[in-house]
């Protein structure tokens, strides 16, 4: 059975909407974003709203195809589509965009979308490794600082930075509690719950109530494991699913995986455990930004080169979480994953010694058997690996 | 005690009869428009051998699997694949199946599938752009292939199926040979098995299954492409049906 507070969790979505028009009506200032290089503690401390936008469903992609190229990844299909129907409020109600210059479909899309909004982009490095990299990325955190001063009349003071880093740190810590709770054999939280909970808190008004509802869920975790409740029995292959972003909407792999049995206990992308590992510095003798720009340039994102952050981040996921299997997710038209699998094959299985299994696919439906035996036979490799030990 | 599998694919339905530890019936038939009747006239020819439930186990792979109601169990036709071949071929090894709807690379270690690669979600490189060429050539797949053996050199480029038929019908209105263009689709399906098989790694002897691997044609223009031997056997086609049958025991 589920947990009763994955309910309440839930109802963040429809909450959130309403909330955002309400700020959005009192006068307050929303900042809409794509991506976890996006410092969202530099638009709390403007006094503003930080949300994530739309981009994780299928229905708004035919419209995107018309100005956007077919052979796309479908998430930057579906945010732009989203964008241009309207349909996702957290755009709509958004006074400013946030982008970032990280993918080549990403960059090239914005100047698309920065047609219908006030758009800043932040000049992402291709690399997170020098001295160099770190000082351009901390000119950025000063540029956007001063872009969201000028646009909403507002000074954003060391105080308030150092207190929406706290918060938002605060709200990391939480999180990352929470996934951690599935390292525990077996999981108490099945992975398409997780990547719900993980999903839902960038569209969180509220993040003081969000984080409050993690708390709750992780309580009753807690108590559940020690009642022995668990999402799935001991005999469930435990995965880590790395690659592409997902959301709901575009969970179908996530799904596919604990509905042929896998209990998926590790989420290494963006919507799980990859923004959580770092958190801000707190040193109050440390210029915020600059402790801003640390942290969010260590974010291991293909899109990086090279990109070595990501396959240590796997290795001690797979090690703590004690993984059967590593799958990894990339979209149809995701250059950078999709390059960087061919070494994550090789790594996942000649150092970890792990199975490992990429799915290319996207948003919709139409793949959806092939899926489902590309899933059940990687699960067939692995149980008989078990039954033989 | 009977072990019966039943590999029920996107174009033919294979089944294998096992009576205790020995293979002793194999047959197939077209798949059609329903996987849920195949299945039905697949029964009633069991049933005719005085064979049914009680006195069998029945496992369902392919991709029409979980259309057999009277299965025990369904297995993926990846995991059956591996041990069919293994079983015929009497050793570990790389296998290569071209389905109707997808190809697959399989690695076969300890009687074990340990890895396997597909092909994407589209047609290109299956069974299935074959037919649809020899469609276009008003030819079987057979005849295709013995003509390949007789041609030149062209390449189609085109990776999608759809478009490749195109390309074909061009090929056709500029006077082509016939031979040429046969062995320009060829070239193709064997192109793409040569990338999805270095990508994947081989392991041990290479071993076709599934139906193509009954064309003596295919089989030499193939082993040319990978520069490897291909080794075939006239069970191929059963490969996963003997497998499924084999995880009954």
Known sequence: MRPVTMEEIEGLRGLNSVKVKEAHEEGKKVVGMYCMFSPSEIAIAAGAIPVTLCGTAQAPIEDAEKELPRNLCPLIKSSYGFAITDKCPYFFFSDVLLAETTCDGKKKMYELMGKIKPMHIMNLPQTSEGEDSL???????????????????VEITE??????????????????????????????????????????????????????????????????????????????????????????????????????????????????????????????????????????????????????????????????????????????????????????????????????????????????????????AFLETIEKKSATV | MYYIGIDIGSTASKVSVFNDQNLVLNFSMPTGWSSVEVSKIVYEKLEKMNIDKDNSRIIATGYGRVSVPYADKTITEITCHGKGAHYLLGEDCTVIDIGGQDTKIITVENDRVTNFTMNDKCAAGTGRFLELMANSLAIGIPELAELALKGKEISITSMCTVFAESEVISLIGKGTPREDIARGVINSITGRVYTLLYKHGIKGKIYLTGGLCEIKPFVELLSERLGKEVISSPLGRYAGSIGAALMGF
Request: charged fraction near 30%; hydrophobic fraction near 40%.
């Open chain 1, 135 to 153: 000082e351009s990325w901390h000119k950025e955190m000063v540029k956007f600082k001063a872009y969201l001063e000028e646009t909403f009349g």
């Open chain 1, 159 to 376: 105080e308030k930075l150092r207190d929406a880093i706290k918060l938002m740190n605060r709200e990391r810590d939480a999180m990352k509690r929470l996934h951690k709770l599935n390292a525990h054999k077996p999981a108490p939280l099945s992975g398409m719950d997780m990547m719900l909970a993980q999903w839902l808190k960038g569209f969180n008004v509220d993040k003081e109530y969000g984080i409050s509802l993690i708390e709750k869920l992780i309580e009753e975790l807690e108590e559940r494991i020690e009642k022995g409740i668990f999402a799935f029995d001991e005999s469930a292959p435990r995965i880590l699913l790395t690659g592409c972003p997902i959301g709901s909407g575009s969970e179908k792999v996530l799904r596919a995986l604990e509905e042929a049995g896998a209990s998926v206990v590790a989420l290494e992308n963006c919507t799980g455990y990859k923004p959580l590992d770092v958190m801000v510095d707190e040193d109050p003798d440390k210029d915020p930004l600059l402790a801003l720009a640390e942290k969010y340039l260590k974010t291991p994102c293909s899109c990086m080169t090279p990109n070595n952050g990501r396959f240590d981040l796997i290795k001690r996921l797979a090690e703590e979480y004690d993984v059967d299997g590593v799958v990894d997710l990339t979209w149809v038209a995701c250059h950078t994953y999709a390059i960087e699998s061919f070494s994550l094959k090789n790594f996942v299985q000649d150092e970890l010694g792990l199975p490992f299994i990429q799915i290319e696919t996207d948003y919709s439906d139409s793949d959806t058997g092939q899926v489902k035996t590309r899933v059940e």
